[in-house]
DNA sequence: TAGTGGTCTAGACCACACT
DNA sequence: GTGTGGTCTAGACCACTAT
């Protein structure tokens, strides 16, 4: 039995044990590293808690277990980044606000709504919206999404929610991938107005798709964001999750 | 005992079982899931086996558990997007390449080396290269990272590798974090000759500092892009891990 | 054949949350 | 107190990898 007092799980300390001798360069990139049944004696505890362990570490990508042969060392990824739509990607500071412009039905005669995929002739809601940092206007969001009878959109909702949720609460399939892109483009005439900048200057674009689990284009977002008051900010960690 | 002709685990069946409950709405944000005692009995296998199956389930968001409460289904969240800057980001097709232009040794007179803040004097190296998919030019990177003796860079290195691994290679800590921030600018009339755009053209511009252990800045990357030629793709799931 | 990780059990004690 | 999840044990059998 461990000593309870120090509140902090014995599988815990050997995974942060082997996470810095990763870290120091004692264990490298390939290295094996002791058995399970190897870590269980020295440490003085039973195979299940150091699995345990391991699981923490495999978690973070910081090894590989391989069953019949070991656990080894994984080469260090810096690559996968982070980005959270939803936390302030703008210049901190202010909160951010919606203000819907629009709401118009449209047909599917029109190409972001082709990309839907819906049946002919089905509507298509298209929202406009403008996202201001206080008095600012940073970025303009255009939406399509299909209509459904029976499933109003709530002023409240569309001022408020972020696209994920926009949609989600307006269908009946739980929207599960969401797929993005980022790209540059020059402002139109109009898009220069609202965001007070002269026409043709660059502009961040960001292009959103929810998909349902069927694989389903369920809405569609092109949000145009002022190039100075709109960065988008993202890190990513050596490892991740608990350790 | 369970059977083990189907080859697949009874934790995860269990968790497939719960996840499918909250995909179709049985189970909602914020229900509490059956204990882990009642799920143990109904499947008929023992605690731990059921926390396995309790722990992919939250690794994926999908449930929250309490000490002393019980599991609980947590808010469906897509705004969490990955971009992996290593997997390609630019038109699909051909692979990629780099090209270095030139090595510079700088002093820390200049805006990015004094953002590694080093020591009154010290040395920087700048790097310049360029990224090539097929024939086409379709980023300019600028590197800057402090200078170590007896750590030199190699060609090879410099050609081929990404930026966190370029770091890598060349400091004796580790580079733990890797912070990003997208914006939008216009090209200079040699970036514009470079990337066969006309001058003050939009593009993509990516900034990289990646940082150590101790929170030192290790390398600064400026990555100027075409365009049309460079989009960064990105999605997120509902859920992800094992699940 | 021996060694490895993968799955699972049937208990135990603990800390925490309710009432 | 009762019920919950959090930690941990000392075994077991299996499948895979090496030799």
């Known amino acids: 039995m461990r000593d309870m ?13 082997i996470k810095c001798q990763i870290e120091s360069g004692q264990l490298k990139h390939g290295d094996m590293i002791p058995t399970e049944g190897q870590l269980g004696e020295s440490y003085g505890i039973s195979r299940m808690t150091v699995r ?4 923490l570490l495999a978690e973070a990508k910081l090894i590989e277990t391989v069953k019949g042969k070991g656990s080894f060392v994984t080469r260090l990824k810096l690559s996968r980044v982070v980005i959270d739509l939803q936390d302030n990607p703008a210049g901190s500071g202010e909160a951010l606000r919606y203000r819907l412009l629009t709401v118009k039905f449209a047909r599917d005669n029109n190409v972001p709504a082709q990309e839907l995929k819906l049946e002919v002739g089905a509507k ?9 940092q206080g008095e600012h206007i940073i970025a303009i969001e255009n939406k399509w999404m299909p209509y459904l009878k029976g499933k109003p959109l709530l002023e409240t909702q569309l001022e408020y929610a972020n696209f994920p949720e926009v949609v989600a609460k307006h269908q009946d399939s ?9 790209s540059v483009n020059t402002l139109s005439s109009e898009q220069a107005e609202l ?8 502009a961040l674009v960001i292009k959103q798709v929810i998909y349902s689990k069927e ?3 369920l809405g569609i977002s092109y ?6 008051r709109f960065q988008l900010r ?10």
């Open 5 to 17: 007092k120090d509140m902090i799980p014995i599988y815990y300390r050997l995974a942060d044990d």
């Open 215 to 217: 694989d389903k284009p």
């Open 223 to 228: 949000m145009v964001c002022h190039k100075d």
């Open 195 to 202: 965001l007070g900048e002269e026409p043709c200057s660059p």
């Open 234 to 243: 993202a890190n990513s960690y050596l490892y991740s999750g608990k350790l």
């Open 52 to 55: 345990r362990g391991l699981a």
């Open 174 to 182: 739980v929207p599960v991938r969401n797929d993005v892109v980022i």
């Open 124 to 132: 298509v809601i298209h929202l406009k919206r403008l996202l201001y």
